[in-house]
């Protein structure tokens, strides 16, 4: 079995909830999106997706997607993607990092990879422990008001856990802003729910130690990377007792074990796109388990396929270390297919649709913007 040809689509995906704010001012719209489609010469074909959060989130943009997946294509093709692990190697061997654009493939190859056996991915990557798994809202600062608001919203909805995102500019209001946005949404905390305080980078150790001197004591949240560099969390982390989660300081397997080695955090935010797809974050979700740190199973955003992916890796984490999963489909208003995936019962449950088990709509994508075969 090898794959024969690869074709490249885009799509806009408008953010449902208007615009969408982080610290440092950065505001996005819309997402714009990378597809992949491979075809076989036994006439399978698997699906894959990138979508970065913008172009100052990571250092990942959506045009580099399309440009190093036309870097990367030559040695994808006539590979044989049941063999994950050698796929990756070979996009590798044509481009250095752009770990955004090799996920596009991958997610495909391991689509592609599930069909061809018939079984679902999260039986590649181990096998589903058949727990529902606790989906976590994204709530972009705002006012205390309005952020605990949507709180509510995503509530009523089935959510358990909540994704509080912080970092006010002095001339915002500053510390004293995100203190009082955590008191505001952590005051109407249901049993069971859990919060993370996401910063995305956005605080000198000197904020963030003054947000948690406002803070009354026994507030129930994870700090989430709180700073842009190692050497301030590292900082931070010496004077702080409330626990710490890393994401965008962790995209390589080297960055996670610096992250372990260091004693920087008690929590890794595993995102697929940012880790280079399904293969590096299947290795990066061995070695949180290792080190026993839990995990928020994410993608940076995303549709559809992109929320197969990272369902089927937190189908297969362990519970106890398995944190939540982000539901990036609630993010934008653009489904690219359908899956078998619903909310309920205080989680998400997947079913064991071969591959990744998305059933794409084809009238998204009728004109390719690249293609390549043998
Ligand atoms: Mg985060």
Known sequence: MKITSLDVFQLDLPYAGGTYRLSHGRDYDSFDATFVRLRTDTGLEGWGESTPFGATYIAAHARGVRTGIEEMATGVLGRDPRLTDRVWDAMGQRLAGHNHAKAAIDLAVWDLAGKALGLPVHALLGGATGQRMPVISSIHAGSPEDMRARV?????????????????????????????????????????????????????????????????????????????SWLETLSLRQRCSVPIMLDELVLEDSDLVHMISTDAADGLGLKITKAGGLTPSRRQRDICRAAGLVMSVQDTVGSTLSFAALAHLGSTVPPHLLRCILDVRDMVTLPVGAIDAPIRDGGILLGDAPGLGVDVDASLFPTPVASYSL
């Open 152 to 228: 509510a919203d995503h509530r009523a909805r089935g959510y358990r856990g909540h994704s509080i995102k912080i970092g006010a500019s002095d001339a915002e209001g500053g510390p004293a802003l995100d203190a009082d946005r955590i008191r505001a949404v952590l005051d109407g905390r249901q049993t069971g729910e859990f919060f993370l305080v996401d910063a995305n980078g956005g605080l000198s150790p000197e904020h963030a130690l003054r947000l948690l001197n406002l803070l009354p004591a026994g507030l129930d949240f994870v700090l989430e990377a709180p700073c842009a």
